[in-house]
Structure formats: C-alpha cells, structure tokens
C-alpha cells in the first residue's frame, strides 16, 4: 500500500488521538454547523481522525467519507459511526498525498481540520485535494499558525526545542497557517487565486479535568508530544519540558472551574472554491 511511504503513519499511530478529540467535539461540530452542509451533499474529510468534523456532518445528512492514514483512529471512526446509526458515512485508511482510488471531481465539500496540514509533500496534499473536488465546490482547511500566542501552536513550538533537527527537505506543516504558502500551493493545483480566501477561527479544547490532566493526555496519547518527550528524556530535559508546558496549560486555561479546562486555540481558516 501506497500510504505505508508515509512516515507519518507511525506518528499518528504512536498514540492514541481519540483521547484528544474528546475534547474537541463541541468546536468541531459548531465548525461544522456553519459550512453549509446539507443532505446528500457528498463530503470528504481527509485526516478525518475519529470524526471530530465527520460525523456531524453525516448527521446533518451529507454522505461523508472519512479518510485518514491511521488504522487505529479509522477503526474508531468507524465504530463511533456504528453505534449512531449512521449508515451514510464510512472512515477508511488512506493518505493525503495520494488519493489514487478517488475519481476527480468526487466530492462537493472536502473538508481537512488540522489533518492534511501534517501530510509530508504538501504541494501533493493540496493537488489532490483539488483534483477530487467537483467543479462549483470547496476546500475547507482548519491549519494552525506558526508564532501564534494560542495552545496549539506553543505546544509546537516548545516541543521541537526539546527534539532533534528534522530531515533535510522537511517542510514544516505549520507553513500551512501562513496565507502565502497555501496561496502558492493551491494556485499550483489550479486554483485561482481569487477563490481563494482566509478568516481566523477558533477551536476550544474543553474537557471535565484540570490543564495538569490534559496535559498528560498530551504527553501519553499525541504522537508529536510523546516524541517530545522521548527525546527531552534521552537529553536529561523531561522535567524542563513538563515544567514549560504546564506554565503554558495553566496560562492559558480560561475556566472558571479550576477542576475543569477550557482552552482556546486560534486557527487559519482556507477556503478554496473550485
């Protein structure tokens, strides 16, 4: 299989994200609420995880397929499908990079919330992405933002002081929450650049526990943490690194119930029109 070239795969298998997605099922499904989806609109969510923005667009009626390269968020997706009853959605494992079993123009929404973003080759990423969106439709694309004072993007930012170098010709995703770069790749794919636009959203993490907790979600099931970790172990830097980021948890935690979190996190919202 194609997607097995993807290194990415182990990473977002390490893990296990449905912990994490717990906390983001309210945002996801207001994100949703306003795309416009409606029934028998046929959407693709790439990187679709266990359906944080999937499922709420089946219930709404679209006939959604959820696609993303880990076999264990697949296999939850695809139960948490079940046991709705919604027999108008399907998750199945695939990469971003090459969607090769999906005819052009299949879809009338394709959706991608902090997924595709972290696919390697993103001028593929975007190229496909492109190719399988129906004339008259859109790209929906949720990317953090690098340098952004909000969670996601410190969590980010902090970690990869604690961890080696990438590879060279590694091309960071957070580059797809900077405009010119996803101007410059989707104008690649045949977009023009006219419909293509961007707003600043934001994606609430709220969960019924303390940031210490939710931080340690981060740290025993996100890929790119536990590697954080890992490595600021091998350097004698673990105890650094927790103490960086739970300063940075407890900061930025706006509840008022300090047993619970609530944390919000801004985003690039794209939309490319076909």
Same mark, same amino acid.
């Given at each position: 299989?194609?997607?097995?070239? !993807?290194?990415?795969? =182990?990473?977002?298998?390490?893990?296990?994200?449905?912990? +994490?997605?717990?906390?983001?099922?309210?945002?996801? &499904?207001?994100? $949703?609420?306003?795309?416009? $989806?409606?029934?028998?609109? @046929? $959407?693709?969510?790439?990187?679709?995880?266990?359906?944080?923005?999937?499922?709420?667009?089946?219930?709404?009626?679209?006939?959604?397929?959820?696609?993303?390269?880990?076999?264990? +968020?697949?296999?939850?997706? !695809?139960? /948490? #499908?079940?046991?709705?009853?919604?027999?108008?959605?399907?998750?199945?494992?695939? @990469? =971003?990079?090459?969607? @090769? *079993?999906?005819? *052009?123009?299949?879809?009338?929404?394709? %959706?991608?919330?902090?997924? =595709?973003?972290?696919?390697?080759?993103?001028?593929? %990423?975007?190229?496909?992405?492109? /190719?399988?969106?129906?004339?008259?439709? /859109?790209?929906?694309?949720?990317?953090?933002?690098?340098?952004?004072?909000?969670? %996601? #993007?410190?969590?980010?930012?902090?970690?990869?002081?604690? &961890?080696?170098?990438?590879?060279?010709?590694?091309?960071?995703?957070?580059?797809?929450?900077?405009?010119?770069? $996803?101007?410059?790749?989707?104008?690649?794919?045949?977009?023009?650049?006219?419909?293509?636009?961007?707003?600043?959203?934001?994606?609430?993490?709220?969960?019924?526990?303390?940031?210490?907790?939710?931080?340690?979600?981060?740290?025993?099931?996100?890929?790119?943490?536990?590697?954080?970790?890992?490595?600021?172990?091998?350097?004698?830097?673990?105890?650094?690194?927790?103490?960086?980021?739970?300063?940075?948890?407890?900061?930025?935690?706006?509840?008022?119930?300090?047993?619970?979190?609530?944390?919000? #996190?801004?985003?690039?919202?794209?939309?490319?029109?076909?």
């Amino acid at each position: 299989m194609k997607n097995k070239m !993807n290194a990415n795969k =182990a990473l977002w298998e390490k893990g296990d994200f449905t912990r +994490l997605a717990e906390t983001m099922r309210n945002s996801g &499904t207001a994100l $949703v609420a306003k795309l416009g $989806v409606k029934k028998d609109m @046929d $959407v693709l969510d790439l990187g679709c995880g266990d359906g944080t923005t999937a499922l709420p667009s089946a219930r709404l009626g679209a006939n959604v397929q959820g696609v993303d390269i880990a076999r264990n +968020l697949v296999a939850a997706g !695809n139960a /948490r #499908a079940q046991a709705e009853g919604l027999t108008n959605i399907t998750f199945r494992e695939g @990469d =971003a990079i090459h969607l @090769d *079993d999906i005819a *052009d123009e299949s879809f009338d929404l394709v %959706v991608s919330i902090f997924g =595709a973003m972290f696919a390697p080759q993103p001028f593929d %990423v975007a190229k496909e992405m492109f /190719r399988v969106t129906r004339r008259g439709g /859109r790209i929906v694309m949720g990317n953090w933002i690098p340098g952004d004072p909000t969670l %996601v #993007a410190q969590i980010l930012r902090v970690s990869s002081a604690y &961890t080696p170098a990438p590879p060279e010709g590694f091309v960071s995703p957070m580059l797809w929450g900077v405009e010119s770069n $996803v101007t410059e790749r989707f104008v690649a794919a045949g977009a023009s650049k006219e419909n293509i636009s961007f707003e600043r959203e934001t994606f609430t993490f709220e969960a019924p526990y303390t940031p210490a907790v939710f931080l340690d979600t981060f740290r025993k099931y996100y890929g790119p943490t536990m590697n954080a970790f890992e490595a600021a172990a091998k350097n004698g830097q673990e105890a650094d690194l927790q103490r960086e980021l739970e300063a940075l948890f407890e900061s930025q935690n706006q509840s008022a119930d300090k047993g619970k979190t609530s944390i919000p #996190a801004t985003f690039l919202k794209v939309t490319v029109r076909r």
